[in-house]
């Protein structure tokens, strides 16, 4: 039963790992969409 916590804290580090790089990646597409944007509005 001591186990089963640490089993549960580590499965959203592992989560939150995976899903972060995809956040970022997103991010700097939008900057860059938005960039293109503005440059070709501006």
């Known amino acids: 039963m001591?186990?089963?916590p640490?089993?549960?804290i580590q499965v959203p580090n592992l989560?939150?790992?995976a899903i972060a790089p995809e956040?970022?990646?997103t991010?700097?597409?939008a900057?860059?969409?938005w960039k293109a944007t503005k440059a070709s509005v501006g």
């Open 6 to 8: 640490a089993k549960i």
């Open 23 to 25: 956040i970022r990646a």
């Open 2 to 4: 001591a186990h089963r």
């Open 15 to 17: 989560a939150r790992s």
């Open 31 to 33: 900057k860059v969409a």
């Open 27 to 29: 991010v700097m597409i």
